[in-house]
C-alpha cells in the first residue's frame, strides 16, 4: 500500500529494527524473516479503517485483540484437520527472531509467524444474514453475487441458506462484487471451505449467544499446491458480529433493522457524519479529507471496549489471560479498582458472609486492585451522588450498586454518569427474599430500564441477585469484560409543549 494512503497515526507505529518490511497494509505490517524464506512475520497494528481509509487514530489493544482472536480460531481450525497459516505465537515468535528483538512483550501480543503462500486474489465472503452492502445490491437487483433472494427481505433478515458472495481483492478502492457461480467454478475447494468454516463458526457463536452475520476468509497454497487458510479469520475486522438478543428484538421492529456490529461500528457512525462513506478511497484529495478527521478520543475508548468485550463473549477469556496463560507472554492481568455503593446500610448486612470472605481473601483474592464502599442513597443523596461522579467517583474503573426495593440507585447513578461524560460501568446487584415483592422489584428495575444501561448477566439473560448475584458480580469484574458503551437514544426534553400536538 502506497504510504500516502496510510495515516499519520499509522505510519507512526515504528517498523522493526533490522527486519526488512515488505508490506505495510491498512491494520497490519509484513516482514520477511532471516533465514526463514517460507516464512513471514505479521503485526496487526492498532490501526482502524472504515470505508476503506486508513483514519488518523490508533485504538488501543486492538491489534493484540485481533491476533489472540486469530489464534484462538485458527488453532479450532487445525483440530479439525483445516490447514492454516499459523506457525507460532506469542512468547514462541522469539525463536523466529534475532536474539535482540526476542524477549520484547509488546510485540510478542500483536506477532504471528505464518506460512508464507501464494495468496488467491480473491476475499471469499460468506453471508448468512441480509445487510450492508449485500442488502444494497439486494435492494437494487434482488439478487447478491448473482444469487436470487425470496422477495420481501429486510435489513437483518436471515437467509434460508448461507451464501458465497466472493468480492475482488482491491489494491486500492473499494472491493467489488463477483459472480458466485463463476467463482465456485474457478476455486470449488475453496468455497466449500469458506461454507464449512462458516457452518461451524455460526454453531459455536451461538451457544454464547452471538450471530455471525457474515464474514470473509482469505486463502493460499503451498508450493504443493495445498490449500491453507491464511490472514485473518472470524475477526470483528473480517465478520459481522450480532448481539442474538438485539437481532431477535430487532425482528419485531415495524421496519427491521440490523443491529449494531460488535466492532468499529461507532467510528463508523462517526465517519459517516462527517461524510467520509461518500469519499472514493482512491482519490488523493479524498484520502486527505478522510486524514483530516479528528476522530473524538471517547469514540476510540468505546472501540477498544468492543473489540476486549467481543474477545471475551466468544473466547470466555480476558484478553491478558489469553496471553498469558495461552501465549506464554509475561503480562499481568489487569485489575480493576471498584467501587461498593449500597443504598442503604440495611444492604450490608445482607450481603455480609460475601464481604467477610472478599476481606479476609479467601475468597476470590487479589479481585481488585483496591475496593471501596459507600452507603450513598440517590433519593436522600442526591447532592451527594452528583458530586461523587463529578469527582470522577474516586477512580474506580466500575461500581457494583447494591440494594432492594424499587432500586433507583443503579439506573440514577449511571444516567449521572453519562450526564458527566464518563464511561463507567455499573453493574445492580438486586437483595431480598426470593419470592418477595422488594426483590422483584429490585429485579425489574435493572431489568426493565430501556436500553438496559445497568450492566446485568447478559449471557445468562438474569439480573445479579441476592449474596451469590453479588459474588457472580464480583466474579464479572475480575474475570471478564463488561458490555462496551452503546449509543444511547437522545431524545430532547420538551417544556411547555402543546399536548393536543401529540393526539
Ligand atoms: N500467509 C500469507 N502469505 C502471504 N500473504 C498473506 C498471508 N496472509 C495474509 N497475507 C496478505 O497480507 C496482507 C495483510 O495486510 P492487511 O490485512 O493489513 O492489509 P490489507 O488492508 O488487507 O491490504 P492492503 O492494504 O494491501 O489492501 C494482505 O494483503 C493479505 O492478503
Ligand atoms: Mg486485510
Redesign the pocket.
Given at each position: 500500500?502506497n504510504n500516502e494512503?496510510l495515516s499519520l497515526a499509522r505510519l507512526s507505529v515504528p517498523a522493526i529494527p533490522g527486519l526488512k518490511l515488505l508490506?505495510?497494509?491498512?491494520?497490519?505490517?509484513?516482514y520477511a524473516i532471516p533465514d526463514h524464506p517460507d516464512k513471514?512475520l505479521?503485526i496487526?497494528t492498532d490501526?482502524l479503517?472504515i470505508f476503506d481509509f486508513v483514519l488518523n487514530a490508533l485504538v488501543e489493544d486492538k491489534g493484540a485483540v485481533l491476533t489472540m482472536m486469530n489464534h484462538f480460531w485458527l488453532t479450532k481450525l487445525e483440530k479439525m484437520g483445516i490447514k492454516t497459516?499459523l506457525i507460532a505465537a506469542g512468547a514462541e515468535v522469539d525463536q523466529y527472531l534475532p536474539e535482540v528483538l526476542r524477549g520484547n512483550t509488546e510485540l510478542q501480543k500483536q506477532a504471528m509467524v505464518?506460512?508464507?503462500?501464494?495468496?488467491i486474489p480473491v476475499e471469499f465472503v460468506v453471508r448468512g444474514y441480509l445487510t450492508g452492502s449485500g442488502l444494497k445490491s439486494y435492494q437494487e437487483t434482488g439478487t447478491v453475487c448473482g444469487h436470487v433472494l425470496s422477495r420481501g427481505l429486510c435489513d437483518g433478515d436471515e437467509l434460508l441458506h448461507p451464501i458465497d458472495t466472493p468480492t475482488t481483492?482491491?489494491?486500492?478502492g473499494h472491493d467489488e462484487p463477483l459472480d458466485a457461480a463463476e467463482i465456485r467454478q474457478m476455486y470449488p475447494e475453496e468455497t466449500a471451505l469458506l461454507l464449512e468454516i462458516y457452518a461451524w463458526a455460526r454453531k459455536f457463536m451461538r451457544q454464547y449467544g452471538i450471530i455471525i452475520a457474515d464474514t470473509k476468509i482469505?486463502l493460499?497454497r503451498d508450493e504443493e499446491g495445498n490449500l491453507?487458510v491464511?490472514?485473518?479469520v472470524l475477526t470483528p475486522d473480517s465478520s459481522r458480529f450480532w448481539s442474538y438478543d438485539q437481532w431477535a428484538q430487532s425482528r419485531l421492529l415495524e421496519k427491521p433493522k440490523a443491529p449494531p456490529p460488535y466492532d468499529k461500528q461507532l467510528v463508523r457512525n462517526g465517519g459517516i457524519h462527517e461524510g467520509i462513506n461518500k469519499l472514493d478511497p482512491s482519490r488523493l484529495e479524498d484520502i486527505a479529507k478522510a486524514h483530516s478527521w479528528w476522530v473524538p478520543p471517547e469514540l476510540l475508548e468505546a472501540t477498544t471496549a468492543t473489540y476486549r468485550y467481543i474477545f471475551w463473549r466468544l473466547t470466555r477469556a480476558r484478553l491478558e489471560s489469553y496471553q498469558a496463560l495461552e501465549l506464554g507472554i509475561n503480562v499481568a492481568p489487569r485489575r480493576r479498582n471498584l467501587s461498593i455503593i449500597f443504598g442503604s446500610r440495611s444492604d450490608i448486612a445482607k450481603v455480609k458472609e460475601t464481604l467477610k470472605a472478599l476481606e479476609d481473601g479467601e475468597f476470590l483474592s487479589g479481585i481488585a486492585e483496591n475496593v471501596q464502599y459507600h452507603v450513598v442513597s440517590c433519593h436522600r443523596n442526591p447532592f451527594d451522588l452528583m458530586r461523587f461522579v463529578a469527582g470522577g467517583c474516586g477512580g474506580t474503573d466500575a461500581i457494583i450498586a447494591v440494594g432492594s426495593k424499587a432500586f433507583a440507585l443503579p439506573g440514577v447513578l449511571d444516567a449521572f454518569l453519562y450526564a458527566h461524560g464518563r464511561t463507567i460501568p455499573v453493574i445492580g446487584v438486586a437483595l431480598g427474599k426470593i419470592g418477595s415483592a422488594d426483590r422483584a422489584a429490585a429485579e425489574l428495575s435493572i431489568s426493565e430500564l430501556p436500553g438496559t444501561p445497568v450492566v446485568m448477566d447478559e449471557v445468562n439473560k438474569k439480573v445479579y441477585a441476592g449474596e451469590q448475584g453479588l459474588r457472580d458480580a464480583l466474579h464479572r469484574v475480575a474475570f471478564a469484560e463488561l458490555p462496551p458503551l452503546r449509543p444511547r437514544k437522545v431524545a430532547e426534553a420538551e417544556f411547555n409543549i402543546n399536548p393536543h400536538e401529540y393526539l
Open positions: 500500500m494512503k508490506h505495510r497494509g491498512k491494520v497490519r505490517d509484513t513471514l505479521v496487526a490501526g479503517s497459516h505464518v506460512k508464507k503462500l501464494m495468496m481483492k482491491a489494491e486500492e482469505e493460499g491453507y491464511a490472514d485473518e
